[in-house]
Structures are given as C-alpha cells and as structure tokens.
C-alpha cells in the first residue's frame, strides 16, 4: 500500500492563479480531509468528505473548493490562489465507522503565493 | 466546541533527561485523544492514542501518555530523550461524535540537546 499521497510536492502561484492539489489513497477509507498547517497554529480542518459524493466544510474554507467523485480521490482545489493561502497542506484519511479512531496523513504540499 | 492546548511552544532537553510536553483539552463529550509526530519536511505519524479503557497508552519509540480526566490533560512523557526525538509533536482531539474531524494544538518543538 502507498497510504495517502499528495502531488506536487512545492508549488509557486501568483495572486490570482488556480490550481488542484490532488491526493489519493488506496486503503479504501471512506473519510478524507485537507488541513492547511500555519507555523504555530498547528493543523486547521479545510474540508471533509464521508464518502464519495459528499462534503462538507471544515473550519476554515474561504477560497478553496473539493468534490469526491471516486473514493480513492480527494482534490483540493484553489480557485483564485491570495497570499493568505501560503501554507503547508495535508490530506488524511480514516477507515469508514465513527469509531475507527486513526487518521492517516500524507506528506503535504507547500505552497507559497506570490 | 473543543479545544487543545499545548503549553510551550518550545521544550529543550538534554539528550537521556525526561521528556515531558503538555496537552490539555476541552470537550463536552468523552474525547478521543492522539499525540502526532512530525519530523522536518514530512507528514504527521501517529504515536499514541487514547479512546477508551486503560488511561495510560503506550506508543511507539518509548513514548506513553495518561489521560486525567480529572484535570482534562493528556501528556506525553518519554523517561530518556534522545537526538532522534527532535521533532514536532502535535495533540489533537476527536468528540465521540459521527464527526472525525481532529481539533490540533498549536505543537511543540523538541529539541535534545547532547
């Protein structure tokens, strides 16, 4: 199993350009979800989604986007990228049943804006 | 709404001296607690957790935390520190909920000193 990987790596946008960060898993977990990690901030919730087909806004969403068509794929789309949005992202997953208690993180795009 | 604090945003120790980084939470539900290690540039790797059952969890590379309800904390202690430790270390809790969305500290940097 690869768990969770998350494609690109770095990424460099100027204010105003669009982008997908894309992550996958194939341990068929139901729940996936983007954290965006500031320095001492630690990790906030972006979006969340408890299967293929639904989503739901974390704690801080403002100026991203996601949708889950398969459950392998959870993307994380930045429409109208802003300096703000410079951060270090994570995609995680967890097997599905509220009880199972592990999330499983990837190792995270940096993005920087411009 | 829950919450996690984590007192020191920094801890330095010499290398064999007792680790200790401190968690406390709140929640107005049973919680499920987790303590994440992050090295330099990677993902977040699960230590240990706490859902339910014995308060004093075991996790990996020496490391255990105790769940005091009492005075809502959840530690992390390791008896002796070493230079392989230095890392971020991330405490999070989780409602029993049908939610899994994790609620993160801000962390805390370890640094072991020879």
């Known amino acids: 199993n690869a768990g969770v990987t998350q494609t690109p790596k770095f990424q460099v946008l100027k204010t105003g350009q669009s982008m997908t960060l894309q992550c996958a898993q194939d341990m068929n977990h139901e729940y996936m979800s983007w954290y965006r990690q500031d320095p001492g901030m630690g990790l906030r919730l972006i979006h969340y989604s408890v299967g293929a087909g639904i989503t739901d806004q974390g704690e801080v969403p403002n100026g991203y986007n996601v949708s889950r068509s398969t459950t392998e794929d959870f993307p994380l789309r930045l429409l109208s990228a802003a300096p703000s949005q410079t951060s270090v992202y994570f995609c995680?997953?967890?097997?599905?049943?509220?009880?199972?208690?592990?999330?499983?993180f990837g190792p995270g795009t940096r993005l920087t804006v411009l | 709404a829950q919450s996690v604090t984590q007192l020191g945003s920094h801890v330095s120790v010499s290398e064999g001296a007792l680790v200790l980084l401190r968690c406390n939470y709140s929640?107005?539900?049973?919680?499920?607690l987790f303590w994440y290690v992050q090295y330099p540039n990677q993902g977040l790797q699960l230590l240990l957790k706490y859902t339910t059952g014995a308060t004093l969890v075991k996790g990996i590379n020496g490391f255990e935390a105790e769940f005091k309800k009492s005075e809502t904390s959840f530690h992390l202690t390791k008896p002796s520190a070493h230079m392989s430790d230095a890392a971020e270390y991330f405490c999070a809790v989780r409602m029993d909920t049908g939610r899994r969305a994790l609620t993160f500290g801000s962390g805390t940097r370890l640094q072991v000193q020879p």
């Open positions: 995680a997953s967890q097997a599905g049943g509220y009880r199972t208690d592990t999330q499983y």
């Open positions: 929640s107005s539900v049973p919680p499920y």
